[in-house]
């Protein structure tokens, strides 16, 4: 019992950081905070600005706030480029934090339940593919961002594997995110017209692509 300590500590970790964003919610003060007044701070703070984000996206996997908001911030406060700059070293080193928390807490208790052959037969994939595999996970938009990344520190999967799988993986996500976020400081314009269309085809077309893929797999093709 002692060896599963750590995954326990984790459970109650995630536990406690819900708790504290439901208590920050029904209290009122998250909905108290100036989002205008923030947006101005950090724009004023210059790059300062820009290395308080990569920290508050570093950290942001601990607290389990959502990475989609955060990244559209990025984008409306820094501009798409420097946005996607910012997003693209906090995502990176946020999900190898993630990373490595479970694979050093986690990994050896999951490996005691792990008796499912389907999760063992996943196991070994990641083990032998784990690139593509998380290529694949990363470029998808409807796989959970964090579920991906605590999730590869439970499996086999080797690190160099999940690290380039991961940076190659969020470059797409980053560029669209961004540039979106950033269309909304002119919204009703063209730019946020042609923002909202890249923003349809990068979440609709890896959707039809599945489709395709789930189709072919029930007719045997």
Avoid: C
Avoid at 73 to 95: K, L, N, P, S
Avoid at 124 to 148: H, N, S
Wanted: glycine content about 12%.
């Amino acid at each position: 019992m002692a060896r599963s300590k750590p995954l326990w500590l984790l459970v109650m970790w995630f536990l406690a950081a819900g708790a504290g964003l439901l208590v920050l919610k029904w209290t009122g003060v998250w909905y108290s905070l100036d989002l205008d007044e923030i947006t101005e701070w950090l724009r004023d703070l210059g790059p300062l600005g820009g290395l308080l984000y990569i920290i508050v996206y570093t950290l942001r996997p601990l607290v389990l706030f959502p990475a989609t908001p955060l990244t559209l911030y990025g984008g409306y406060v820094f501009g798409a480029f420097w946005g996607t700059v910012y997003d693209f070293i906090g995502a990176g080193a946020g999900a190898l934090l993630s990373f490595y928390i479970t694979r050093k807490w986690g990994r050896s208790s999951f490996q005691r339940i792990l008796k499912s052959k389907k999760l063992q037969s996943f196991d070994q994939k990641a083990e032998q593919r784990g690139f593509m595999v998380i290529l694949y996970m990363r470029l998808m938009p409807f796989f959970p961002f964090d579920g991906i990344s605590y999730g590869a520190g439970l499996s086999k999967i080797r690190f160099w594997d999940y690290t380039w799988g991961t940076l190659i993986g969020i470059i797409p996500g980053a560029v669209v995110y961004n540039v979106f976020g950033a269309s909304f400081q002119e919204i009703g314009s063209w730019k946020f017209y042609a923002a909202v269309g890249m923003y349809v085809l990068f979440a609709g077309v890896p959707l039809l692509i599945n489709k395709r893929q789930a189709a072919k797999a029930r007719n045997g093709v």
